[in-house]
């Protein structure tokens, strides 16, 4: 059996891109969630999570993450953006009061995305209204 010539890229690696419903990480604590989301990230995967964590969660995040980088061998840090599907004008008063009242009940703003990945995959994630645009590595 002949052995396959490897070119002068290497060996390509592969992701996956999991969705992670907010229902998995209500229940946690702070410390949970970040571990729950660096686990699947440093598995070499694309996380799009329903809704979005805490401010002080997600500074948490980076800033565990930039903790990591020359520690972890391969990482390089991630790259996180926020989609949320509020508009400014959408809804009326009592509209924004009772999807208030739903994510004070859900622990959490269901009405966004969060798309996190590991920056060795993830060039670049850009959003405007309309689109998200997620650059990949080559």
Same mark, same amino acid.
């Given at each position: ?7 002068? #890229? &290497?060996?390509? *690696? +592969? @992701?996956?891109?999991?969705? /992670? ?8 604590? =702070?410390? %949970? ?35 990591? #980088? &020359?520690?972890? *061998? +391969? @990482?390089?840090?991630?790259? /996180? ?8 004008? =959408?809804? %009326? ?41 997620? @650059?990949?590595?080559?």
């Amino acid at each position: 059996m002949a052995k396959k010539k490897r070119g002068k #890229i &290497g060996k390509i *690696k +592969g @992701f996956s891109i999991q969705f /992670l419903p907010f229902s998995e990480i209500r229940d946690l604590d =702070s410390t %949970g969630r970040i571990r729950k989301i660096l686990n699947i990230v440093l598995g070499n995967n694309i996380l799009i999570l329903q809704g979005k964590l805490k401010a002080e969660e997600e500074a948490r995040l980076i800033g565990d993450t930039m903790a990591m #980088i &020359g520690h972890v *061998k +391969g @990482f390089k840090g991630i790259e /996180l953006a926020v989609i949320s599907g509020n508009g400014e004008n =959408s809804q %009326g008063f009592f509209g924004k009061i009772r999807q208030n009242l739903a994510n004070s009940l859900a622990k959490g703003d269901l009405g966004a995305v969060t798309i996190i990945g590991p920056a060795t995959i993830v060039k670049d994630i850009k959003k405007n209204p309309k689109k998200i645009e997620l @650059f990949l590595n080559r």
